[in-house]
C-alpha cells in the first residue's frame, strides 16, 4: 500500500511551514505512523535545525536526484522515532537544479516505504514551489492572521486549486488577546475570505521559539498549548474527529504578565 | 516574562539561548564553506591522515565523520 504525500505551503514567507512540516510529522510519528520530511526549500533549508538533525546530514534532495547516493542513504533518521525520518535539502544548490518530474518520482519512491510524506516548500509560487507540489496528493496551506499572508494564501489557494484540489487551512501565531480586542482577524473572518477547510489552529507561543533554540519541536512539550495544537492536527490528519476548540486567551501577553504573579 | 523564566533566573539554570547560540555556530561555519559531500569527506580524510602521523588513531570506519557528528 502506498503512502499519503501533503505539500505544507502558503507563498507568504515565513508564517510557519518549516514549524507545522516538523511539528504535524512529529505528531504523525507520535502516532504510530511511518514518516519521511522532505525539505523542499533548496538553497535556504531549515528543517534540519528545526527537528534538531542538523549535525546528521550526510547527503541531501539534490544529491539522491542526481544519483550521487541513494535515497535511503540520504535520509536522515530521527532517534526520537526512528520511524521518523528526514531528506534535507541542499545548501549549495538552486531551487532550479530539479524538475517538478524528478520531485514526483522522489515522492513516490519514498511513499513506498512511509505512510505520510511531508513535504516543506519554500516561500513563493516559482520553481520551488512548482517542484515542491508536484510529488503531492494534498496541499496544507498555513497563514497567519494578518492582510498579507491572508492575501498570499489566496492566491496560492488558487493555484492549488487548479492542480492537487481543494487545500487545508492552519491558521498559525493566533493571538487571542488580539482577537478578543478586535486587532486581529479571527478564524471565521479568515474563512469568510479564504473559503477553504480549516484543519487547526495554532496559538502565538513562545514555546515555538524556544523549541526551535533547543532543536526540540514544541509537540514534544506535553504542556505547551501550541503542542497541543499540533497533536490535535496530526489527529484530524488521521481520521480521528478533534473538534477545533476556542482558543483561549492564556498564553498571551496579559496572561504571561500574570504568571509572574501566580503559579498556573 | 514567565513562571519559567522566574525559575531560571531564582536558581541560575540557563536558558535555551546559548544552545541556540552554539547550535547557529556549528551549522553557519558549515555553510559558510560550501562544501560537497566529496569535499567534507576528503577534509576528513586529510585530518585523520594528519593526526595519526603523529599518533596512533583507530581509522575504524565507524569513527569516520559521517556529515559533522
Ligand atoms: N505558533 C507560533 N508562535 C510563535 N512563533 C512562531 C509560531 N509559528 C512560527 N513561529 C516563528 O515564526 C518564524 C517563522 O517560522 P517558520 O520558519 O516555520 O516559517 P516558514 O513559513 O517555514 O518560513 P520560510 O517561508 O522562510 O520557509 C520562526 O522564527 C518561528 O519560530
Ligand atoms: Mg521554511
Avoid at chain 1, 39 to 48: E, K, Q, S
Amino acid at each position: 500500500m502506498s503512502g499519503h504525500a501533503i505539500v505544507i505551503t502558503s507563498g507568504k514567507g515565513g508564517v510557519g511551514k518549516t514549524t507545522t512540516t516538523a511539528n504535524i510529522g512529529l505528531g504523525l510519528a507520535k502516532h504510530g505512523r511511518k514518516v519521511a520530511l522532505v525539505d523542499a526549500d533548496i538553497g535556504l533549508r531549515n528543517l534540519d535545525i528545526i527537528m534538531g538533525l542538523e549535525n546528521r546530514i550526510v547527503y541531501h534532495l539534490v544529491d539522491v536526484v542526481r544519483g550521487r547516493c541513494q535515497l535511503r542513504q540520504a535520509l536522515v533518521k530521527d532517534k526520537r522515532f526512528p520511524h521518523l525520518s528526514m531528506l534535507p535539502a541542499s545548501q549549495i544548490d538552486q531551487k532550479e537544479s530539479i524538475t517538478p518530474e524528478q520531485m514526483r518520482d522522489l515522492t513516490t519512491q519514498l511513499k513506498e516505504s512511509f505512510d505520510f510524506v511531508l513535504i516543506d516548500c519554500p516561500a513563493g509560487i516559482e520553481q520551488g514551489f512548482r517542484n515542491a507540489v508536484a510529488g503531492a496528493d494534498e496541499a496544507i496551506v498555513v497563514t497567519t492572521p494578518d492582510v498579507s499572508p491572508v492575501r498570499d494564501a489566496d492566491r496560492v489557494i488558487g493555484l492549488l486549486q487548479q492542480s492537487l484540489g481543494e487545500p487545508q487551512l492552519i491558521i498559525n501565531r493566533m493571538d487571542m488577546d488580539m482577537v478578543k480586542r478586535g486587532e486581529m482577524l479571527n478564524q471565521q473572518d479568515v474563512l469568510d475570505i479564504l473559503a477553504v477547510r480549516l484543519l487547526g489552529l495554532v496559538p502565538d507561543d513562545e514555546e515555538v521559539i524556544i523549541a526551535g533554540n533547543r532543536g526540540t519541536p514544541v509537540i514534544l512539550n506535553d504542556h505547551s498549548r501550541s503542542g497541543k495544537a499540533y497533536d490535535r492536527i496530526a489527529r484530524r490528519l488521521l481520521g480521528e474527529d478533534v473538534p477545533i476548540p476556542e482558543l483561549d486567551g492564556t498564553g498571551g501577553r496579559m496572561h504571561r504578565l500574570g504568571k509572574m504573579f501566580f503559579w498556573r | 516574562m514567565s513562571w519559567g523564566t522566574i525559575v531560571q533566573r531564582l536558581f541560575g539554570t540557563k536558558g535555551s539561548k546559548d544552545e541556540a547560540k552554539g547550535r547557529l555556530q556549528i551549522v553557519l561555519a558549515y555553510d559558510r564553506l560550501g562544501l560537497s559531500v566529496e569535499q567534507i569527506e576528503a577534509l576528513h580524510k586529510d585530518i585523520l591522515e594528519t593526526i595519526s602521523r603523529h599518533i596512533s588513531i583507530d581509522t575504524d570506519p565507524g569513527l569516520t565523520l559521517k556529515g559533522k557528528k
